[in-house]
């Protein structure tokens, strides 16, 4: 996730957030926030709001990426 999270910013062209990220990373902070901030956790751990932000969007595009895992799993059964 960490390593998805680090290309994603840098596609996106924010080298800086990125390499922030990745010092953040290093020293756990972004790990714990994260895992605090799932929403099984949210009412029993402090959290920033980005982890809250990041949660729910990966929440919104977890649909849309199962279809393509599908769609893409049922082309490479159709090939064989």
């Not at 390593?3 to 790990?31: C, D, I, N, P, W």
């Not at 990041?54 to 977890?62: C, G, I, P, T």
């Not at 990426?65 to 599908?70: A, K, S």
């Amino acid at each position: 996730l960490a390593l998805y999270v680090y290309e994603y910013l840098l596609h996106v062209g924010a080298q800086k957030s990125a390499q922030t990220f990745l010092s953040e990373l290093r020293s756990g902070r972004v790990f714990w926030d994260l895992y605090c901030a799932a929403p099984e956790r949210r009412d029993t751990c402090e959290h920033s709001s980005e982890a809250k932000a990041f949660h729910d969007y990966v929440m919104l595009l977890m649909p849309a990426m199962m279809i393509r895992v599908m769609n893409r799993h049922s082309k490479d059964e159709a090939a064989m």
